[in-house]
């Protein structure tokens, strides 16, 4: 039955001025007056979220009455797009399931990522070790101990070739998580999708491409942040023109989160990252309506659940508006803030293990009902290594439950007008809001990051986190509360890395320098050198040196004689 | 007799970038009254060698959560013993260790293993107890 004009207009004066119910007659105000005088003579456990936010006991009308619902909470797939980037979200499209996978030879990660395929995941992401990711070949004497364990090992467009063999790229949507090297990265990609005959403007994915939070949390930085930003710049008008589909940036706070940041500063930082971009692409005479939608975000879902759909709802209010009043934006496509997201991390135990299956589907279960493009659920297995096949089966089938058995996508923002989450919504930002600005007035984010105050913050939340854990304030289940002695744990059958592997890429290092032109690669390294010095685009010159089949090692060579190398600052 | 501070390197060898780890348990070993050094990210092992003689520590503690414990840990216990101080230097192990290594890493001569999980509470203790027992054995020589 529809409701009438009449009951509808006293619905809505419900939500918002009037507070008058027609069918008592009292106000909700004097009736919530009366209930909160009933309720101060009663104990109440203080409840706090995980960044600290006090909690009420309850939610109402009164609670989001400064709240107005076209402006700030509006539809899905409209400005402020608090409720979603797309009108019909999941109805159109259930989101992106994209485990972060690879280890050891691109031939290795190409099995297990058509096999993933074959398992019903809808994208790839691409992990790469840590040598690629800092611009070291296999056989460099620093890479050694390195290669092929967190991800695969990647010297040469050859590598990249194998690692697509057989996938066509034209038809599934890879992520890269790579920083530094995230040009040269792009580079093959590119050349390996040309050698597929797909043309540039159909190929869709993702390279992280942030180099800010790298100095602050994840460690893979090279270069120090002018040339880096630089570089980054570089990568975003070469999409702009040539691969439009492809996001050539996101702008990740998972590894804030994972390093000890709360949810409040994990949004904060991240869009304070996200505004440096977006100043270094205006100061390259970039327009705003032009670049800002091929910008995308990542982040951790943790285990607060409300926390979490609320973060992602502020974050998505707070990026349209930061867009449309401080950078002009006018396309919409600009101010959406589009993001994936990462379950598991830190919050998963080595006690226990199995309890980090049902940890990761909250966390799944809140990022969709947060709105998220995108989800990578972690096997219950990655406190102690690489998950195995059978572990990463069910993390995924955990996110296939989700999608298909539970009914949540069927409804865009289920949680959207809970007074709860409107209230918790508008104080996240808020809250977020106001680090912003604090790090504005110090300088904005990159002088943040080079005086090392982001780090420390970062880190001594992160100890706190540790001592409320210790002190049991912070209940973590198996671990300082209904744990116990687990001899079994000895016996868990781990993923192993081939010893073997290490060898094998340098063999194969070995065989592509020594049958490609080495003429054509010095005349490249030349071209970027050339590059570096000048004011012009690095990419020509990479995507040349790429073409040649130099190594990775080879091309940041040039990159690190020219650029130098990044001080990290004293952040403990 | 007031003994002298512990005093002990925290160090991130290879390539990994992962730091929460080491800089909660440097906190916490300061706020458990050691004297704590912090190295920074991709520390060659020579280099970690290299510092703790340098600055005249009683303890390594090494970050890894790359999956490169093995390897690592050996590098510097080795480059301890060709320096002459692995009688002076302990070396301990912390990171996402998988439960079967944590022999091997003792079998190398780590003089202790910290994995995921390790209450901070436990380390600080563990590690004073380590170096009382080499500064006596010292001693007695």
Redesign the interface.
Do not use: C, N
């Given at each position: 039955m529809k409701p009438s004009d009449t009951e509808m207009e006293q619905a809505g004066s419900l939500l918002t001025d009037g507070l008058r119910s027609s069918a008592t007659g009292q106000t909700f105000t004097d009736a919530e007056k009366r209930w909160r005088e009933r309720l101060s003579s009663k104990t109440l456990t203080p409840a706090r979220t995980s960044s600290g936010l006090e909690l009420d006991v309850v939610y109402t009308p009164e609670s989001i009455r400064h709240l107005d619902p076209l402006a700030d909470i509006g539809l899905p797939g409209e400005y402020p797009f608090t409720r979603g980037v797309q009108p019909t979200m999941y109805r159109g499209r259930i989101w992106t399931m994209r485990q972060y996978s690879g280890f050891g030879t691109a031939h290795e990660s190409n099995q297990r990522y058509k096999w993933l395929l074959e398992q019903g995941q809808t994208g790839i992401s691409v992990a790469l070790d840590?040598?690629t990711?800092?611009g070291?070949d296999s056989d460099d004497p620093?890479?050694?101990?390195?290669v092929g364990?967190?991800g695969v090992a990647i010297d040469t467009l050859a590598d990249m070739e194998t690692l697509f063999a057989g996938i066509p790229i034209d038809s599934v949507s890879t992520s890269f998580t790579i920083n530094s090297t995230a040009a040269i990265l792009l580079a093959m990609y590119l050349t390996v999708a040309e050698r597929q005959g797909v043309a540039p403007e159909k190929i869709t994915g993702t390279i992280q491409n942030d180099i800010l939070k790298?100095y602050v949390a994840?460690?893979?930085w090279i270069f120090p942040p002018e040339p880096s930003l630089r570089l980054i710049v570089d990568t975003i008008e070469y999409c702009i023109k040539h691969a439009p589909r492809f996001n050539s940036i996101s702008v990740a706070g998972a590894h804030f989160r994972?390093?000890?940041a709360t949810a409040v500063q994990e949004l904060a930082f991240t869009l304070a990252d996200a505004i440096t971009y977006v100043e270094c692409c205006r100061n390259r005479g970039l327009e705003v309506d032009k670049f800002a939608p091929l910008i995308s975000f990542y982040f951790y879902t943790h285990n607060d659940l409300f926390e979490e759909v609320a973060k992602y709802r502020a974050g998505r209010r707070l990026w349209a508006r930061l867009m449309r009043e401080r950078f002009g934006a006018r396309d919409p496509r600009a101010m959406m803030f589009r993001f994936g997201v990462v379950c598991g991390g830190?919050t998963l135990?080595?006690?226990q293990p199995q309890n980090n299956i049902v940890r990761v589907a909250y966390q799944a279960l809140a990022s969709v009902l947060g709105g998220a493009q995108s989800v990578f659920t972690a096997a219950w297995d990655e406190?102690?290594?690489?998950p195995t096949e059978q572990t990463a089966e069910l993390a995924l089938r955990t996110q296939q439950v989700l999608a298909y058995e539970t009914g949540v996508a069927n409804v865009a923002d289920p949680l959207g007008g809970s007074y709860f989450i409107e209230a918790l919504t508008d104080r996240i930002e808020r809250e977020a809001l106001s680090i912003i600005e604090r790090i504005d007035r110090l300088g904005g984010m990159v002088s943040c990051i080079q005086s090392g105050l982001i780090q420390k913050e970062i880190?001594?939340e992160?100890?706190r986190h540790?001592?409320r854990i210790?002190h049991g304030e912070q209940v973590v289940v198996g671990?300082n509360k209904f744990a116990r002695e687990e001899p079994e744990?000895?016996q868990?059958q781990?993923w192993e890395?081939d010893p073997a592997v290490g060898d094998r890429q340098r063999q194969e290092l070995a065989r592509v320098k020594a049958q490609r032109d080495n003429r054509a690669v010095s005349a490249a390294l030349k071209n970027l050198r050339d590059a570096a010095r000048s004011n012009h685009s690095m990419m020509p010159p990479i995507l040349e040196a790429v073409r040649a089949y130099a190594s990775i090692g080879e091309i940041c060579g040039v990159l690190r004689e020219e650029f130098g190398t990044f001080e990290?600052p004293?952040?403990? | 007799m007031e003994s002298k501070a512990v005093r002990i390197l925290v160090a991130k060898p290879?390539?990994?970038?992962?730091?929460?780890g080491a800089?909660?348990v440097?906190?916490?070993l300061r706020d458990a009254g050691m004297e704590?050094v912090?190295t920074?990210?991709?520390r060659?092992t020579d280099e970690i060698v290299k510092a703790a003689i340098d600055e005249d520590v009683d303890v390594i503690g090494l970050s890894i959560l790359?999956?490169?414990h093995l390897?690592?840990t050996q590098k510097v216990i080795e480059g301890l013993k060709a320096a002459g101080c692995a009688d002076e230097i302990a070396v301990v192990v912390g990171g996402?260790?998988?439960?079967?290594d944590v022999e091997s890493l003792e079998n190398i001569g780590a003089a202790a293993v910290f994995?995921?999980?390790t209450?901070?509470?436990a380390i600080a203790p563990k590690i004073r107890e380590i170096v009382t027992a080499r500064r006596q054995q010292h001693e007695s020589r």
């Open positions: 840590l040598p990711q800092l070291l620093q890479a050694v101990d390195d364990r967190v790298e994840r460690g893979t994972d390093a000890g830190s135990t080595a006690q406190a102690f290594a690489i880190a001594m992160a100890y540790q001592q210790e671990v744990r000895q868990l781990l890395l990290e004293a952040s403990i | 290879g390539l990994d970038g992962h730091d929460r800089k909660v440097a906190y916490a704590v912090y920074g990210l991709r060659t790359s999956g490169a390897s690592l996402t260790i998988p439960p079967r994995p995921t999980g209450p901070l509470s």
